[in-house]
């Protein structure tokens, strides 16, 4: 994309962590802002902090899994301002357990918000983004968990991998069409964000996580571990993802040290190898 300034980014999970920085570069670049989030509270503490006038930022609860509430957004985007040339697709929760001890409502949470997201930002936004003359960019926050299958966390995982292939397939029929609309992959490692207390977002419907057994709590402590000791910030990823928008790169992999796991994975399946294991 060239040129951010009076160009409308939406953000979605915008009230915390990758999306509340995402949402603070593109503030400071002279974008207007949809910013969305489930937590009204703390996405209005958001917009207010980033002292947008009303006519630069609105904001709108929005649960992302909701194909009726992402509609919704689409709508206020386009109505207010016309076009939209950023979306990020970025929320999303992260739940640690053993395989089996994921429960249905476990499943329909994380693939909720994870990946029916995604999924639904698409459908929604992206034919009006490829109609409107200036095009646009689209960047999908997966994860390195998208790219690797670190045990404990299964329905995180099949919900970023579904991320990344969406992104991939999506890649290919918009480079196919000479689209002026391009797409990035955000796939972070771990970073110091609210994402270890997911649970404090679960809509009411899924109920409380079942009860953790000790392998799944021993999971969840080190996933608590990992994602504070995480060496690049929120801030770092708002980079990278507009360092990626400028250059239109697809894959945005900011903590590099994680293609030591990824070449693992993909030799292991080339030379037909049992997968290694991660931590
Ligand atoms: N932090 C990490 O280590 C890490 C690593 C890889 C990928 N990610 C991804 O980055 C994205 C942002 O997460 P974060 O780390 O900033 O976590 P975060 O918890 O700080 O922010 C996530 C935001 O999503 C919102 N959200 C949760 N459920 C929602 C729903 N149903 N509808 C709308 N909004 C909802 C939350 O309220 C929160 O504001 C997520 O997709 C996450 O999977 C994070």
């Known amino acids: 994309m060239q040129g951010y300034s009076g160009k409308t980014a939406v953000i979605t999970g915008a009230a915390s962590g990758i999306g509340l920085a995402l949402a603070a570069r593109a503030a400071k670049l002279g974008m207007k802002l949809v910013l969305a989030d489930i937590d009204a509270d703390r996405l ?10 009303p006519g630069r930022c609105c904001v709108l609860r929005t649960d992302v899994s909701r194909d009726e509430d992402v509609a919704a ?4 985007a386009f109505e207010r301002y016309g076009a939209v040339h950023l979306l990020c697709n970025n929320a999303g929760v ?3 357990r053993v395989t089996w001890e994921h429960s249905l409502a476990d499943w329909q949470w994380v693939l909720g918000v994870n ?6 930002g698409i459908r929604h936004f992206l034919p009006p983004m490829l109609a409107q003359a200036e095009g646009g960019h689209v960047v999908n926050t997966a994860s390195a968990a998208g790219l690797v299958s670190t045990p404990g966390m299964a329905a995180y995982n099949v919900s970023k991998h579904g991320v990344v292939t969406l992104s991939e397939t999506l890649y290919g029929e918009l480079r196919a069409l000479n689209a002026k609309v391009d797409l990035s992959l955000l796939c972070p490692a771990w970073v110091a964000t609210g994402i270890q207390a997911s649970e404090r977002n679960r809509q009411p419907q899924y109920g409380q996580a079942g009860e953790a057994g000790e392998a799944s709590r021993a999971y969840h402590e080190r996933l608590g571990t990992a994602v504070k000791s995480g060496r690049l910030s929120a801030d770092d990823m708002a980079a990278a993802v507009f360092d990626a928008v400028a250059a239109k790169r697809f894959y945005v992999i900011p903590h590099r040290k994680i293609n030591n796991a990824i ?10 190898r049992n997968p290694s294991q991660l931590a």
Do not use: T
């Open 44 to 53: 209005a503490e958001a917009a207010l902090g980033l002292g947008l006038d």
């Open 94 to 96: 992260a739940l640690s």
């Open 263 to 272: 070449k693992m994975r993909l030799e292991d399946i080339l030379e037909a």
């Open 115 to 120: 990946l029916w997201s995604v999924i639904h």
């Open 73 to 76: 957004l689409a709508r206020l």
